[in-house]
């Protein structure tokens, strides 16, 4: 996934405000969840939340105003109610590693008790992501070379 950096998510020194990694974990998580099928919305609907009880970064070089950042996330555990992911940005022109992290999410219903997880869920949850539109696009493109 890809976050271009402006203006609002720096500091006033144009260096990506250290707290905004948070945010960008949590989309490149949603959108893990959605290349595998599954929407937080209806996740939400059939009674299951995340919350993130452990969040963990390392900053390895500033992000800056006008790069463009890739993230890259990995599930790299699950327990019986809870998912751990780890996540790499890289700025995309130099791939220089800005910030890795980690966090940790645990299942919850609607009251907020722990909920087991679907072992079906965390199956496909290890599964490689489902092809994109925009995937499909780029692997004809390339075939048509």
Known sequence: MEIKIYYEDTDCGGVVYYANYLKYFERARTQYLEERGFSVAALLKE???F????????????GRYGDTLVIETTL????K???TFAHVI????GRRVVVEGSAKLV??????RVKRLD????????RPPRRTDKGRRAA???HDA
């Open 81 to 83: 109610a809870s998912l």
């Open 140 to 142: 004809r493109k390339g």
């Open 51 to 62: 919350m993130v009880v452990h969040a963990e970064l390392d900053y390895r070089s500033p």
């Open 119 to 126: 072992p079906a869920f965390v199956e496909a949850l290890q």
């Open 107 to 112: 299942s919850v219903n609607m009251d907020g």
């Open 76 to 79: 790299t555990k699950t327990g």
């Open 47 to 49: 009674g299951t939340q």
């Open 90 to 93: 890289r700025e995309r022109a």
